[in-house]
């Protein structure tokens, strides 16, 4: 079977594609991060309030302060992307906005639920009461997931739709639950296996000399591997589960991710599967390394190759993954069953846009990121070195 | 934890509670089905409940983002201050005034989300637009507000590591670049709304009194095209990608929002105002606290020197600019200039203007019964006679708003000037005589009003620019009503949207005025001997 004959397009949607691309799988990235560690932190802490443990309680204070940098990064992706969606895509965007007004609204509204309670539970921390507290974490939790469970809608409806005028039809959309669940365990994942590898090597370096920050170093790498290694199992449940689901209702994305394997199978333009199978061994590596760290941590060793091994497979996997379902679909950008709408006809096409802008576009965020994830981040570990 | 909270904790706690609230009102309001969203054509009662959210909304943006704007400079200079006479009191006010600096900058981005995705959800026909003219100043918008987060972080962690060094203040002023950059570029979206520079003689078409706006750089084809798919599709003709294609290329010069006249007056007339305002609000901050407690006379002193300063210099500045703006007034917006100089219906002279816009004080001006005239001429005379009318009709407002501003800059005016007595003996027995106390009295006095009147002119100057363009979204090219959203919008959404910016706005103020406790023992520490300026006012 052959490929179908290929949509026309220009060099606007090709890098408007490619600048969406860029900002969709580093924000992704990032806010994956995010919601994991969102929902850890008051996790922790309300475990450490239940079991008065104050190391568990000092664990989740220091990853808030990364969680709070994270999430600032992370906002200004979103915003470029959303940037670039309106210059670039502006009739998909109308048709998203539009027909999936009530998702996007959810997630406006996680936006600003999340920013002030991140905010108040930072600086109210030990000046209201536990209860209290808690109670902001949770509102936390409710505003950071309230974004995936809004956004991912789009994601579901450039997959497949539903045909539906009301109101809930993003939600009504059948790959949308497996869909929000899938990015939420991978965040947990991602956040719980790479802070517990992180403390790993903190642990490894120390080569058995304990000190004050110790006993915060094994709680962080226990509750970390512990909750890690179950959102792991269920992940890759929840994974196989997507991928049937894929099939069923996005053949042409199926196809161009898991290759002529499975029964259904349609022609497609370009062929990902090399990476999802590069995918498959990060995963192996993240199984391997996790049950070897927590069976060494039971005897008390610290492995820094396991450690490092699991640290790249837990911050590869998203973004890999995010690359390879964003990039299948091209040249196309709604998948329609075994074939779909050319993004051609969702780009700008009312103005020439000059590549000028682009290039600047790339140039501008890999100089100012470069500075601040090298900056910031030497900052923070420094100032807060011992204390991450 | 203490039983004992003080008025302010309980605020903070009933605004929590408020917050806890929210999941609650969104399940109400899903419940009751009072969420949106049958797709209905564009029209009027829609894009009036929409209106409510944008402009509580970009009022509430604008506050915290006249802190973005005003707060550089006062913390700039404190901290240059501080770094050049090693003085740890300059330094300490400098690194309190940079939390609410923060604190408002995120605020700011959390209303910015609002405001951003209202732009292109409720707005949602503002796309073409979007997508054409406001292509370039919005996406360099973001490599400025890149800057200025990179460095905001960065300026905020690092006061104890990088304590007086150039290269933290050096930090400092690059986000303060990155924020004035970031205004200029919103605003000359905005100065375009206004001024549609580039599209020729297309808006002269509809409103014959309009001049020819600058070269046109569209394909009048497609332009026209658009402008008559709108009144009759409404934002939904943005949805339909077989129209939106055979529109074909519409733009030519993407850059063409930074040619237009009015892109660097309104810059300077807004960044000013901002600076103005926040440097009259840290001075009643000051005030407030030298008039509770006077035994610190001198500490409050040295720091008033700076915030008033600063805004006298910018409040000054402010006539010429607003001058500016009022001749592209008169040029190009000449229904919004009649509403808000209140010229009579069948035209009448005004010395001052006449004299201020063309050297003649017997000009005479034409008023809306002219434009009547001219009303035939009109591709679409029914628009255009309603242009008319509703400048007309809100002429009363529109004219007092633009009072209240202008009286009020001439308030503050007058006290910039006073400031300068701090300098000149001549200029302080001329305030000796006129309120018979000393320059610093009368600041530290009258700071206790000017921030008021600052807010009151900004607010009022922005009302009577934004309604004075009404029903044009686009001056006399898109009205507000062919652009907002085809999803019925219902008031149970409106009122959630609304809670929400409200409890932003407050929550944010609340925050930022904690942030800035200045605890009196603080001061005690921090007066320091060196500092000689302070000597120097105690003396003066």
């Known amino acids: ?388 | 934890m203490s039983a004992k909270r003080t008025p302010l904790q309980n605020s903070i706690r009933g605004l929590m509670s408020s917050t806890v609230l929210l999941p609650a009102f969104v399940a109400v309001f899903a419940a009751g089905g009072l969420l949106p969203f049958s797709v209905l054509g564009a029209n009027v009662a829609n894009a009036d409940k929409a209106e409510v959210i944008t402009v509580i909304g970009i009022y509430i943006h604008a506050w915290f983002l006249s802190f973005a704007l005003g707060l550089p400079p006062i913390v700039l200079t404190l901290e240059f201050l501080g770094i050049r006479r090693r003085n740890p009191d300059y330094m300490k006010a400098a690194e309190r005034t940079s939390r609410i600096w923060g604190i408002s900058f995120a605020a700011g981005a959390a209303t910015g989300t609002l405001v951003e995705f209202g732009l292109v959800q409720i707005w949602s026909g503002s796309l073409i637009v979007l997508g054409t003219f406001f292509f370039a100043p919005l996406f360099i918008e973001v490599f400025a507000f890149m800057l200025e987060l990179v460095l905001l972080y960065l300026y905020l962690f690092t006061w104890s590591t990088y304590r007086y060094t150039w290269k933290h203040w050096m930090f400092g002023l690059f986000i303060a670049v990155g924020s004035i950059w970031s205004a200029y570029q919103i605003l000359a979206a905005n100065a375009w709304m206004n001024i549609p520079w580039g599209t020729g003689d297309l808006a002269s078409k509809v409103l014959p009194w309009v001049p020819t706006l600058g070269p046109n750089v569209t394909n009048s084809t497609a332009m026209i095209r658009v402008l008559s798919l709108l009144p009759s599709n409404g934002s939904a003709v943005v949805g339909n990608l077989n129209a939106m294609q055979s529109i074909g290329q519409i733009l030519t010069n993407p850059l063409i929002a930074f040619s237009n006249p009015e892109a660097v007056p309104l810059f300077l007339h807004t960044v000013t105002a901002s600076i103005a305002t926040i440097g009259f609000l840290a001075s009643m901050f000051l005030s407030v606290k030298y008039f509770r407690n006077r035994g610190k006379r001198e500490y409050y002193a040295k720091f008033l020197k700076v915030t008033f300063g600063i805004a006298a210099v910018v409040s000054l500045l402010q006539p010429l600019f607003g001058d500016m703006e009022g001749r592209l007034e008169y040029t190009y917006m000449y229904t919004k200039f009649l509403a808000l100089e209140g010229i009579p219906p069948q035209g009448g002279t005004n010395p001052i203007l006449g004299l201020l816009l063309l050297n003649n004080p017997n000009h005479f001006f034409q008023g809306f019964d002219y434009l009547r005239t001219l009303v035939g001429s009109s591709i679409s005379p029914g628009l255009a006679s309603y242009t008319i009318d509703f400048a007309q009709q809100n002429q009363p407002w529109l004219t007092t708003f633009f009072l209240v501003m202008v009286v009020s800059s001439i308030i503050l005016v007058i006290f910039s000037i006073v400031y300068f007595g701090l300098y000149s003996k001549k200029l302080n027995r001329l305030v000796r005589l006129v309120f018979r106390r000393d320059t610093q009295d009368v600041l530290f006095a009258s700071s206790l009003v000017l921030p008021l009147l600052a807010i009151l002119a900004s607010v009022f100057g922005w009302v009577a620019r934004e309604m004075g363009r009404h029903p044009w979204s686009i001056y006399g090219l898109i009205t507000y009503n062919e652009i907002v959203t085809p999803v019925n919008l219902t008031w149970g959404y409106i009122a959630l949207i609304v809670f929400i910016e409200l409890l932003l706005g407050v929550g944010g103020t609340v925050a930022m005025y904690i942030s800035f406790q200045w605890k009196a023992s603080d001061e005690k520490n921090l007066l320091s001997e060196k500092s000689e300026d302070a000597q120097q006012l105690v003396k003066g």
């Not at chain 1, 309030?49 to 990853?63: A, F, I, K, V």
């Not at chain 1, 379902?325 to 074939?339: E, K, L, M, Q, T």
């Open chain 1, 1 to 388: 079977m052959t490929a179908p004959a290929f949509p026309g397009f220009s060099s606007t949607v090709f890098i408007g594609f490619y600048l969406l691309g860029l900002t969709v799988i580093v924000h992704i990235f990032l806010v994956s991060l995010v919601v994991g560690i969102a929902v850890i932190v008051p996790f922790f802490e309300w475990r450490g309030y239940r079991n008065n443990d104050d190391d568990l309680l000092g664990l989740s204070r220091r990853l808030f302060k990364f969680l709070a940098v994270t999430d600032l990064v992370a906002g200004v992706w979103a915003t470029w992307m959303t940037v670039v969606l309106a210059c670039y895509w502006s009739t998909l965007l109308f048709v998203v906005t539009t027909k999936l007004f009530l998702p996007v609204t959810i997630a406006i509204v996680g936006i600003v639920i999340s920013i002030p309670s991140m905010a108040a539970y930072y600086y109210l921390w030990g000046k209201v009461s536990r209860r209290v507290h808690l109670l902001i974490g949770v509102l936390m939790i409710i505003g950071t997931l309230l974004v995936p469970i809004g956004m991912n809608a789009i994601f579901a409806f450039i997959d497949y739709q539903v045909a539906s005028a009301s109101a809930w039809a993003g939600f009504l959309n059948p790959l949308y639950p497996i869909f929000i669940i899938h990015r939420v365990f991978a965040g947990i994942v991602m956040a719980a296996l790479a802070f517990s590898a992180f403390y790993t090597l903190k642990l490894a370096e120390k080569s058995g000399k304990a000190d004050e920050d110790s006993s915060v170093y094994l709680k962080g790498t226990r509750c970390g591997l512990y909750v890690g290694l179950t959102a792991l199992v269920l992940q890759t449940i929840i994974g196989m589960v997507f991928g049937i689901q894929l099939m069923q209702y996005s053949p042409y994305l199926a196809s161009a991710v898991f290759g002529n394997v499975f029964v259904g199978y349609v022609p497609t333009y370009y062929d990902f599967t090399p990476l999802f199978v590069v995918f498959l061994v990060i995963v192996g590596i993240l199984w391997i390394s996790g049950l070897y760290n927590l069976n060494q941590f039971r005897r008390m060793r610290f492995s820094k190759t396991a450690s490092y091994m699991m640290l790249f497979a837990a911050m590869a996997g998203v973004p890999l993954m995010e690359f390879v379902h964003d990039a299948a679909r091209f040249p196309y950008f709604v998948i329609v069953g075994s074939s779909g709408i050319p993004a051609s006809t969702f780009v700008n096409s009312w103005m020439v846009i000059p590549s000028e802008f682009a290039m600047a576009a790339i140039l501008v965020a890999g100089t100012l990121m470069t500075v601040f994830v090298y900056l910031l981040y030497s900052l923070f570990l420094k100032a807060f070195g011992a204390k991450l």
